[in-house]
């Protein structure tokens, strides 16, 4: 194994593994830590976790735990895979996994750079773009979990770590990998590095070359698998054809605008959180209307913001969110027993607790949706094809595009 990736949520997981495939390389996402070693033809390991929202603690043994498998496998870099949103909370749980991974690997500078200049996230000045717009002004401040209201990088990950932050400003990234090189002081620190396009990512790979650790978005790879000497391609896909669900739990606006679009097309039902928090939500009623539908139908629960806000006050936001979760998760398993054979998930923590309950130990990396979003297949017969969207990716078409994908041959 050439790169193992420690990410921090299941659809980051499957969005820098697409990054990997694309970039040569032959990827396999796990679900968790593995009790077996890998495939000794695999160039990439990628160990999805769902540490994100955990305890700190919690997140910082679950991702040295992964970190210590992937070196076991001969990794000879590991990346800590993070939301392009930076999602994390005042104290943690970013700085204090990569303070842990560091320490564990013997690193003492660490590059982080969150920047996916192909979904409109840019790095500039140390600071956060959505698009055009400031992280702290982009949607991203209403996240329900991981609320996001500051936009200098620097401070957040001040916020979390004792270590030094330090930052490569895009004048340098743009002299070339030697000059990101030289301006990495030499002191212990993170170092924030500014990427606006998705060549200045290439150049940060190179200057990564002989690093050991890593932090960023999935566009942290994109120059990664070229120093390993592999060559751009496209992943291939087997279709796979059968009834269909789409299953959505973010609350982000491209998520919202998205279940408008499938749901003027296709059947639709809200699960509301209060039935949720109540288990008043009839999960096999639920199936059996879904698999009757001739049209892959819509289950949803995002929400507007302050719909959101309203229910987590009144009912807290732990037990809403753990209720949702708990609902979509057994709902997958229903839809599985009674044929479903393509499953697209919104959001990040949705899609957690769906695979979590779906149980497959590997996923199967295939060919891109959209920007940071593959098929996947799921082990085993009959075949079945999972899309495991973040909330804020793909266009409006995501989820009839999906379907329709999954069904087609590469």
Request: proline fraction near 7%; charged fraction near 20%.
């Amino acid at each position: 194994m050439k790169i193992g990736v420690v990410a921090d949520d299941f659809t980051g997981a499957s969005d820098i593994g697409l990054t990997l495939a694309e970039g040569g390389f032959r990827v396999s996402q796990f679900i968790g830590v593995p009790d077996v070693p890998a495939e000794a033809a695999l160039d990439a390991g990628v160990i999805a976790l769902k540490s994100r929202t955990a305890p700190v603690a919690e997140a910082v043994a679950q991702s040295v735990a992964a970190c210590d498998w992937l070196l076991a496998q001969g990794a000879q870099q590991i990346v800590l895979k993070v939301c392009s949103t930076f999602d994390s909370t005042p104290h943690g749980n970013i700085g204090p996994v990569l303070e842990a991974l560091a320490e564990r690997i013997g690193e003492d500078q660490v590059l982080v750079c969150p920047a996916f200049p192909e979904n409109g996230r840019s790095v500039y000045q140390g600071h956060l773009f959505v698009a055009d717009r400031l992280l702290s002004e982009s949607g991203m401040q209403n996240h329900p979990l991981t609320p996001m209201t500051d936009p200098d990088l620097r401070r957040v990950l001040a916020a979390q770590t004792g270590w030094d932050i330090a930052h490569v400003p895009a004048l340098s990234v743009w002299q070339g990998a030697a000059a990101i090189q030289a301006a990495i002081p030499e002191a212990r620190a993170m170092v924030i590095v500014d990427a606006v396009r998705d060549e200045d990512l290439r150049v940060i790979g190179q200057a990564a070359r002989n690093r050991r650790l890593l932090c960023g978005g999935s566009g942290i790879a994109i120059g990664l698998p070229s120093n390993f000497g592999a060559r751009p391609a496209a992943p291939s896909w087997e279709p796979v054809d059968g009834p269909g669900i789409v299953l959505s739990g973010s609350c982000s606006i491209a998520t919202r605008g998205q279940v408008e679009t499938y749901a003027a097309q296709a059947p639709s039902l809200q699960i509301e959180a209060e039935a949720a928090v109540a288990g008043e939500v009839d999960i096999d009623a639920l199936a059996d209307w879904a698999v009757a539908q001739t049209t892959p139908p819509l289950l949803f629960s995002s929400a507007d913001p302050d719909e959101v806000r309203a229910a987590q006050r009144a009912l807290g936001q732990e037990r809403v969110a753990e209720a949702i979760e708990a609902v979509f998760a057994r709902l997958a398993q229903a839809l599985v027993a009674r044929g479903t054979s393509r499953i697209v998930v919104a959001g990040g923590e949705t899609s957690g607790a769906v695979v979590a309950a779906l149980g497959p130990q590997v996923l199967e990396i295939g060919p891109r949706i959209a920007p940071g979003v593959p098929l996947m297949r799921l082990p085993g017969q009959p075949a079945r094809a999972l899309a495991l969207k973040s909330g804020n990716f793909g266009g409006p078409d995501f989820f009839s595009r999906a379907l329709d994908l999954m069904a087609a041959s590469s």
